[in-house]
């Protein structure tokens, strides 16, 4: 039975009846009475054709279509009141306030095309680590791809329930609904961003000739994983609970979720020209990729100085995105852009761009012509190790195992080799990762120290720190108890002790203490910058200092693999616990029951972790010659730079060690990124403090010191491009076109990102994998791909 409309001059008449729970989204009133909605232009055209079905019933409504509405058409909601003054403007267009518990969460279904997406995302994220540039498996793409498929099993799926006692559920609950959506898409997301625990296996594979134990491996994986959940919910009541705290990449999400899952056919136009546009662009994304890719690299890499100035080496190592400094270079390479141009707020793009100008633009050009910071003779481009002559760093003579096994350094032959050096960019990326770490800690004191005060003074009085209507709608629904996270914590710190006590990651055992600590004092500045900005900051190579000096102590292992080991521990579980609040935070938005969504979150981790170690292997052996660099990669694109990184990282800080580094004048100049860290944050505030209106709270340090830190290594093509298109997108669409940017901007973005990343795929199985080679011409020309010849001379 549905809901009949009668059509009263300007008002339309709903009979709400359970009928309308069929539809999968609301509930009937629990007086059973009619209610009355005004008509709203934003509801309704003025052709009210559109609103309707065509046998004349009500269209499929969900209740936020309504709710937020009173009878004459204005807004329902008292945003002066105590429930909502505290929750920003920009939440409040775009989350619901209404709730319907009965609805189902965890289903088969959800389930089902959960796990599909997350090992699709799995392969696709993983293959990225090893190359220069790519764009991140897209979660908009889940979002919209889940949802036609969801229908289509609630379709098709039998009413059948499986019987298994208390655990017995149905292949079919009923239609289809926004929660089981919601939690695809956060599956999918946790389980889909690769795993920094596989760099170890990858690592001791590439550079040591170890093939770690899989055992090992995955329980490392888990163990790293599970130990975000911990980390997570130490800031969970400041981050998630705190609706001053936007997430701005979870509200993006949100955005899209709402769009698709209205029910009107008002909503339906709208969800089918977004659609569309989705369909064309992926579509238009995945054929283009073919040219910078394969075809055309050319495309990849435009530098207009080099083709004015063909002979002047000069002016080509300014002008040459490979190898060069890339100054106005544009990229028709999506890889080189990503949605970032979309999901990064403007402020956040120029301050990224603004770090890009400075190491890449300035400091690069400088050092390299001014022979400053060993230029040349350490190639600046690169984050290798060289000795002081420049050669090559034997950073394997340096290991050598002692009586007891213990992997030591060889004095004697350290004597013979010396000091590992660094090129230009790699030592500043040191100084910038100082003053970023340190950054970070004293920007949150600064800035964000009344809300860390306020959650901290309600726990202490034992009450909820929030009671805005979200915080009400979600206290409704159980969280997990104490002793569940003294489980979820102790499940972790044994699995990574077990592994650490096998001795195959040569870590000492008593380090591991000290990583937790720092892993988690690290936890909340880290996650409260990216709450606000949605700006993914790394936590740089501070622990690698710490770990250094630990280990010069006698009986200490110096294996690089070791400092590695620590690290993940102690900083890139900030990686995963990051995305754990990011999708608690829609569950957030969404009333989702955090119970569940902390469980498919785990789950997602353990389905993900041994396709990360499956594609890995994968990758190591079709593409070993590349990404160990044994050979040059003519695209520039397989060059495995971030396990390299971290390599040189290991060597510098674990087998040589900070005493030998900074008792050289090479290396003591970067300790002063220290005081850069501490003194520019408070120097920014005071400046906010005198002039609140100049917005001097938007010029974060934290992330200025982050982007100067990024390495670019021998691809600088795509910084400029990206901010281009991110002025244009975020700047002038977002301020004067705001209903096209609403309309098309998250999809756009998704759909390029899914377009490049199923076209990577296509090409690494299809013609990586078959030994394809495109042959060479004037647009994949063997001596110089953007015809920067005078750049080798």
Known sequence: MSAKVEDQ??????????????????????DGKD?????????????????????????????????????????????????????????????????????????????????????IGSIVSQISYFRTTTAPF?????????????KFLARVLPDYRVPLGRFSFSLNPGPFNVKEHVIIGIAANAGSQGQWATFIPTNAALYYNITLEPAIALFFGWGASLLGFSFAAMVRPILVDDPQFLFPLSLQQVAVYRSIQGTTELHLSKSRKQMKVFGWIFLGIFLWQFLPAFMFPFVASLAPLCWFASRNHNVNFLGAGRGGAGLLNITLDWSNITSTVITYP?????????????TTWVLIPVAYFGNLWGSPTYNIMSNGVFQKNGSAYPFNSLLQTDASGLQVFNETKYEEV??????????????????????????????????????????????????????????KYPGLTWWEWVILTIIPFFMLLGVILSKQLYMPIWTYFVALGFGAAAMLPMSLIYAVSGYPMKVGIFNELIYGYMIEAKGSSRHPLGQLAYRVISGNVWYDARTVLEDQKIGHYFHLPPRVVIGIQILANMIALPVNYGVMRWVISSKFEYVSGQKADPGGQWTGQQFKSYNTDGIQYSLVGPK??????????????????????????????????????????????SGCATFHGNLSTGPFTTFLIGTFWNFYLFRYRRKFWNMYAYISGAAADTGFNFNLLFIFIFLGTTGAVMPHWWGNNKDSIERCFALKK
């Open 418 to 475: 010396g000091l590992a050096y660094s090129g230009a960019q790699f030592l500043w990326e040191i100084f910038m990762w100082y003053a970023s770490y340190i950054s970070s800690f004293v920007w949150c004191g600064l800035f964000l120290a009344p809300n860390i005060a306020h959650c901290w003074r309600s726990w202490r009085r034992r009450e909820n720190a929030h009671n805005d209507r979200l915080s009400k709608l979600i206290h």
């Open 346 to 358: 403007y402020s956040v793009q120029v301050i990224v761009f603004a770090s890009f100008v400075l």
């Open 138 to 150: 897209p979660v908009f793409f889940v979002i919209l791809a889940s949802h036609p498929l969801g």
């Open 35 to 119: 209610e009355k909605f005004g008509s709203s232009p934003e509801l309704y055209p003025q052709d009210k054709t559109l609103a309707y079905e065509a046998e004349g019933y009500v269209p499929k409504a969900t209740f936020d279509d309504f709710a937020e509405r009173d009878e004459d058409g204005t807004e329902k909601y008292d945003w002066e009141s105590e429930e909502f003054k505290n929750i920003p403007e920009i939440v409040r267009q775009t989350v619901s306030f209404e709730d319907d518990p009965s609805l189902p969460v965890i289903t088969f279904r959800a389930v089902l095309l959960a796990s599909i997406f997350c090992i």
């Open 9 to 30: 001059h300007d008002e339309i008449v709903v009979t709400r009846s359970p009928s309308l729970r069929e539809d999968g989204i609301s509930s009937p009133d629990s």
């Open 660 to 705: 030998r580094l900074f008792e050289s004048t090479v290396y003591k100049p970067v300790t002063y990124g220290f005081v850069a860290g501490a003194v520019l944050p408070a120097v920014i505030y005071l400046l906010h403090r005198k002039f609140p209106k100049a917005k001097f709270n938007l010029w974060n340090t934290t992330i200025f010191f």
